[in-house]
């Protein structure tokens, strides 16, 4: 099994930065993709951002040129730079990694527990 991990999250003003972190610990043999999603109340799950092990990244159109996403591929971990932050950001991210145990493991799709990011106006 995968286990992740969330850290970086809190409460900033407005236009202040947050830098989140996610690290990935298990059974691992290979992860492909990591991502970051976040969930506001009332509101359904979204993308923020996304990349791949060779370093191909996608962004949700909310956060371009705000929020850059990065990985450590030797530490298994991802991170999620957020800067001038609205309060329409805050919400609770979530890590997303897609990752095999084993050479001969399809590959499943694993949640990490998330971490609140509220901002405030």
């Known amino acids: 099994q995968v286990q992740l991990v969330e850290s970086g999250g809190g409460l900033v003003q407005a236009g202040g930065s947050l830098r989140l972190s996610c690290a990935a610990s298990g059974s691992i043999f290979s992860i492909s993709a990591m991502g970051w999603y976040r969930q506001a109340p009332g509101k359904q799950r979204e993308l923020v951002a996304s990349i791949t092990s060779g370093g191909s990244t996608n962004y949700a159109d909310s956060v371009k040129g705000r929020f850059t996403i990065s990985r450590d591929n030797a530490k298994n971990t991802v991170y999620l730079q957020m800067n001038s932050l609205k309060p329409e950001d805050t919400a609770v991210y979530y890590c997303?990694?897609?990752?095999?145990?084993?050479?001969?493991?399809?590959?499943?799709?694993?949640w990490g527990q998330g971490t609140q990011v509220t901002v405030s106006s």
């Open positions: 997303n990694a897609w990752a095999s145990s084993g050479p001969l493991n399809p590959g499943s799709d694993y």
